[in-house]
């Protein structure tokens, strides 16, 4: 029994030593950043992003957030899904009326950039793209008629 206990623990092991050798010098990341090392460092951001989003550490996925958007913004949808979720909490946390205009500020903000690069999408393409803008502007600024 211990044999086999062996050996399952190291066909574990030799699994995970290959899945972690990626080799991100394959064309497939190349949307990730230029070199190989910077392809990593955005991947694994984007993974902290959606994990700190998660856990609901907001200040430090606000950081990934900054470093994906300024390094690849057009990586994956999910940074601006994960940054909407982001700035959505921090505005309805808001302290004062001045910063939870500034969050609303960063998600539609948000929406513009998803829509310069993802505009085309079969799915969510601009028209979906514009309609989630459309909802959140009215949801937090629906005073606002002339912008709505």
């Not at 190349?30 to 959606?50: F, V």
């Not at 609303?104 to 989630?132: F, M, N, T, W």
């Amino acid at each position: 029994m211990k044999v086999l206990k062996f050996f399952i623990v190291a066909a574990m092991a030799a699994v995970a030593t290959t899945a972690a050798a990626q080799a991100f010098s394959d064309p497939k990341y190349a949307k990730w950043g230029n070199t190989p090392e910077e392809r990593k460092e955005n991947i694994l951001a984007s993974s902290y992003l959606k994990e700190e989003v998660a856990n609901r550490h907001f200040n430090s996925a606000a950081r990934y957030l900054q470093q994906l958007l300024a390094s690849c913004p057009n990586a994956s949808e999910n940074i601006y899904a994960n940054g909407v979720k982001l700035y959505k909490d921090k505005a309805n946390r808001a302290e004062s009326l001045s910063e939870k205009k500034m969050y609303v500020d960063s998600i539609i903000l948000l929406y513009d950039i998803r829509l310069q690069h993802y505009a085309s999408h079969p799915k969510r393409g601009s028209a979906y793209i514009l309609e989630r803008k459309a909802r959140e502007y009215l949801t937090y600024k629906g005073d606002d008629r002339e912008g709505v």
